[in-house]
């Protein structure tokens, strides 16, 4: 991976959550990902992933230590109260080097202007670190994609539970996209969240594909209708196609996902599997190994690189990958079953049978 330029990297660490109520926890994890979305907008500013940032979420880790994980110069951490409909946003900017705050502030808002807060901090960071970045423009860094503050917080939901990965969580997931769709028909990531939160229970909750991967297709289609230059839902569609086993249909629209979006982590590793299931192996490394320098703390995208080398018959490649994941996270079971499978087509049974 090649090294940041100084002042040009950050990482939004999860903003904690000092509300009343713990179940605030969705909203101070929804301005996180707001931010991150923000300051990736912004040309020649490297912004560690969503995936990243929240993988490390609850480590305990020190600046130095996150900023090594994930090779960035400085980070921004904050704290999201939420009482009613007052909202309090602190933030500040940590040089990872020696630990000196660059930047800080506090913003005390009304909760209907939570994009307004986004934007704001967004822009003082910009600014403190490169000033010539924005160059004096007015141009909004948060561009929110509904106006209606009711079908935001219901979407910030859904990602939430999106994020676990799990028959219920992503259940919960598509009730609250479709409730926030309910009150802004137009919401396109609403309709992204829909596609994928549906479309992986085909995965990870056993349900039909004849069941779940239509109502998918037709949300993430809807998503183009409402904006056609949509990266997310390019890769959404394609993630159907791949569990339709329509593997030139899914390329295609990875491909056009990676050119409006070149540094989209997602899209780079669902055209990875893809490759390996089309014979492209080379090609297929090559596109998850740009998938981990895009998101290094990924544990489905370290896995992947297990998944690529086991389809290459690297089985000690594969098993070295596995074993890597599973040091991040030991309870990821994904990686286990794997694991198990490189054993076994080693001939190493026992192994296998343990994972």
Do not use: C
């Amino acid at each position: 991976m090649a090294d940041a330029q100084p002042t040009t990297s950050v990482a939004v660490v999860p903003f904690v959550n000092m509300s009343s109520d713990k179940e605030n926890e969705y909203f101070s994890d929804g301005i996180t990902e707001e931010l991150v979305n923000a300051l990736a907008n912004v040309e020649g500013l490297r912004v560690a992933s969503r995936t990243s940032v929240f993988a490390l979420k609850g480590k305990g880790l020190d600046a130095r230590q996150i900023g090594e994980r994930l090779n960035v110069n400085t980070l921004l951490e904050g704290s999201v109260r939420r009482e009613g409909n007052a909202l309090r946003v602190t933030a500040q900017l940590i040089n990872v080097a020696d630990d000196v705050h660059m930047w800080s502030n506090s913003y005390d808002r009304e909760l209907k202007s939570v994009f307004a807060v986004e934007d704001e901090i967004a822009r003082s960071i910009v600014q403190t670190l490169r000033r010539k970045l924005v160059g004096g423009k007015s141009t909004a860094l948060v561009k929110p994609s509904t106006v209606d503050l009711e079908a935001h917080d219901l979407y910030l939901r859904g990602r939430y539970f999106l994020a676990r990965r799990a028959p219920e969580p992503l259940r919960r997931a598509a009730g609250f996209f479709q409730q926030a769709i309910d009150k802004d028909p137009a919401y396109t990531l609403a309709w992204v969240g829909l596609a994928d939160a549906t479309a992986l229970q085909n995965e990870y909750d056993e349900v039909p594909p004849s069941t779940v991967l239509p109502r998918a297709k037709q949300a993430a289609l809807r998503a183009l209708e409402l904006d056609a230059a949509l990266a997310e839902a390019y890769a959404s569609l394609a993630v159907v196609h791949e569990y339709e086993f329509d593997w030139a249909a899914s390329e295609r629209e990875l491909r056009r996902a990676i050119e409006l979006k070149p540094d989209y982590p997602s899209a780079h590793h669902w055209l990875s599997l893809d490759l390996s299931f089309t014979g492209r192996i080379d090609d297929a490394l090559a596109e998850a190994e740009r998938a981990l320098q895009l998101d290094p703390t990924s544990l489905v995208i370290n896995n992947l690189i297990g998944v690529t080398r086991l389809f290459n018959r690297d089985f000690e490649g594969a098993i070295a990958a596995y074993k890597r994941t599973l040091d991040m996270d030991p309870g990821f079971a994904l990686s286990h079953g794997q694991l198990g499978l490189a054993y076994a087509m080693q001939g190493r049974y026992d192994e296998a049978d343990a994972e």
